[in-house]
T-cell receptor, first 113, second 113 residues
């Protein structure tokens, strides 16, 4: 079984709809991250969390919110989706300071019409 | 401004034709440099971490090296299964508490039989 899973894998939605992307991990890592990937722009950090009580904005957090329900679960929400949020979304985890390697999930392809 | 630039954007090789991918960085202070492999429709897969100039790491046909301004990913006698996008990311000094990475845009490698 995969260490980092994301659901759904693909989603098509309409402008103005609320949508939630979910991430679960079995690696036992404290840190979790949400990225989006766009052609030509690389991976950009949306939000990151050190633990259940510690959530921080990344470089492109506008239009997004997150919830860390447990050590193993980190959800990303788009409150009112817009077409320029069409992208690949990845969740990642890392162990913590000194163990910096981030391990990525399989991604969610989101299309906003 | 901290920047990571990968070149070339795309590379086509014949099977067995060795080459190198470049990742150059302009950052305030480098803590670590990471290489990932990404297959179409999948999440990035961790390959290497390099922490200091002169450091080298190898895995099968891949060898990563690091200088004070850039990193190279050398591919020796590549096979078609090495076809993928290779991503470079840097972690800045002071970012170890957050684990934040700055990604390059990637090099897409195609190896023809």
């Amino acid at each position: 079984d995969a260490d980092v899973t994301q659901t759904p894998r693909n989603r098509i939605t309409k402008t103005g709809k609320r949508i939630m992307l979910e991430c679960s991990q079995t690696k036992g890592h404290d840190r979790m991250y949400w990225y989006r990937q766009d052609p030509g722009l690389g991976l950009r950090l949306i939000y990151y969390s050190f633990d259940v009580k510690d959530i921080n904005k990344g470089e492109i957090s506008d239009g997004y919110s997150v919830s860390r329900q447990a050590q193993a679960k980190f959800s990303l929400s788009l409150e009112s989706a817009i077409p320029n949020q069409t992208a690949l979304y990845f969740c990642a985890t890392s162990e913590g300071t000194g163990k910096d390697t981030q391990y990525f999930g399989p991604g969610t392809r989101l299309t906003v019409l | 401004e901290d920047q990571v630039t990968q070149s070339p954007e795309a590379l086509r090789l014949q099977e067995g034709e060795s080459s190198s991918l470049n990742c150059s960085y302009t950052v305030s202070g480098l803590r670590g440099l990471f290489w990932y492999r990404q297959d179409p429709g999948k999440g990035p897969e961790f390959l290497f971490t390099l922490y200091s100039a002169g450091e080298e790491k190898e895995k099968e046909r891949l060898k990563a090296t690091l200088t004070k301004k850039e990193s190279f990913l050398h591919i020796t006698a590549p096979k078609p299964e090495d076809s993928a996008t290779y991503l470079c990311a840097v972690q800045l000094i002071g970012s170890s508490n957050t684990g934040k990475l700055i990604f390059g845009q990637g090099t897409t490698l195609q190896v023809k039989p």
